[in-house]
């Protein structure tokens, strides 16, 4: 059986580009950039700085250039930087700290990504010509394998305590910060302001074709400008692709409360589907974690009968299928894919 209703919940990655974003991009004004000289994407970094509360800000192709861009601007060769166990930078970006920055990462056992702050505290290497310099301890937020979590600000407050303490350096991968931040009703300025970088991505719930943002210091983005251009980063008429994401800071930041709603009610329909199949007491954003055994399945077995009945969706970690809400997932597209849930399920 093969659907030809699709309904595409691997990732909000998959999102289209809007016709106002479409006109937008089709009727930029650009320039080059590595001089500095596109107006729409500087309107954008400056527009980006000044919503983050940041000095500045850095167009980047995507967001684990964004990250490995900031991380490297941190600290180099030989450096380690501090994480949870199941960070994107760690399991999800072909070990480019490593290859491509000769960075060290330390990961860490988190709760739902959240790294408490004695386990930090015990990661930091003493001072001694033998061991790696601890340099950066990295944060998610929200953070994707935990599903779509919240990194609480006390948490993000404990961490910077470390930090300052001990001279290190905070960054954030903050792909989905907007998400964070409607959800939980923290403005992206308070979370910037409690690190020294951090990472966003206009090209997931945002709804942006290509393209993420790096934002921090002056003095930060002006290296890491340095190191955008060395990684390969270095683009040239980038209007055309940062006029959608002006759009976007107008039209697709408060609609991402629709994203959480929709993945809330995908997750109480699948718990009443097979009850602790899912949690949805800790659905905070727009991801939905599956443990497909409750269904019958395999995660590869489940994603493939749900896929023969249009309904996509991602075999994630061991045992967990992983289904993302975005905006070109409608209500009715959710109704759809619970009853195709409940048609599956054994
Ligand atoms: N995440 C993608 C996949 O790589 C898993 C997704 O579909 O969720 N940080 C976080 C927290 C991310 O989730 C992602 C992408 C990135 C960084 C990298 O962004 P891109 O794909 O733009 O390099």
């Known amino acids: 059986m093969t659907s030809e209703r699709i309904v595409d919940l691997r990732s909000d990655t998959v999102t289209k580009p809007t016709d106002q974003m479409r006109e937008a991009m089709a009727n930029a004004e650009v320039g080059d950039e590595v001089f500095w000289e596109d107006p729409t994407t500087n309107l954008l970094q400056e527009r980006v ?9 850095l167009f980047v192709p995507s967001g684990s250039m964004g990250n490995l861009v900031s991380l490297r601007t941190m600290a180099g ?27 060290q990462a330390r990961a860490l056992p988190g709760k739902w990504g959240v790294l ?6 015990s990661a930091i290497r003493p001072g001694s010509h033998t061991f790696p310099r601890t340099k950066v301890i990295a944060l ?19 961490a910077r ?13 903050g792909a989905r910060i907007f998400n964070a931040s409607v959800a939980s009703g923290v403005p992206v300025s308070d979370y910037c302001a409690l690190v020294d970088g951090m990472t966003f991505c206009f090209s997931k719930g945002l709804g942006c074709p290509v393209g993420s943002m790096v934002v921090g210091s002056a003095d930060f983005i002006h290296e890491a400008h340095r ?3 060395m990684h390969g980063g270095g683009m040239r008429q980038t209007g055309v692709l940062t006029a959608a994401c002006l759009v976007a800071l107008d039209t697709m930041i408060d609609r991402l409360a629709v994203d959480h709603l929709n993945a809330r009610r995908l997750a109480e329909g699948i718990d009443q589907i097979a009850p602790g199949a899912t949690t949805p007491f800790n659905v905070q954003t727009n991801m939905v974690l599956v443990t497909t055994e409750k269904l ?28 993302v809400t975005h905006k070109d997932v409608s209500d ?3 109704s759809w894919a619970l009853e195709q849930t409940a048609a599956v399920a054994r």
Do not use: Q, W
């Open 49 to 57: 700085a000044e919503l983050c509360g940041e000095e500045a800000a």
């Open 296 to 323: 019958g399945y395999g995660p590869d077995e489940f994603v493939h009968a749900m896929g023969e009945r249009g309904i996509r969706c991602l075999a994630y970690r061991r045992g967990i299928v992983r289904m």
């Open 227 to 229: 190191f955008r251009k």
């Open 140 to 158: 998610e937020n929200t953070h994707n394998l935990a599903g779509g979590t919240i990194y609480p600000m006390d948490d993000i407050r404990a």
């Open 161 to 173: 305590k470390v930090a300052d303490e001990y001279d290190l350096k905070i960054h954030m991968d």
């Open 77 to 103: 060769p030989g450096d380690e930087v501090i994480c949870d166990s199941d960070a994107h930078i760690l399991n999800y970006e072909v070990a480019s700290l490593a290859a491509v920055a000769g960075i």
């Open 116 to 121: 408490d702050p004695d386990t930090l505290v």
């Open 332 to 334: 009715a597209d959710i």
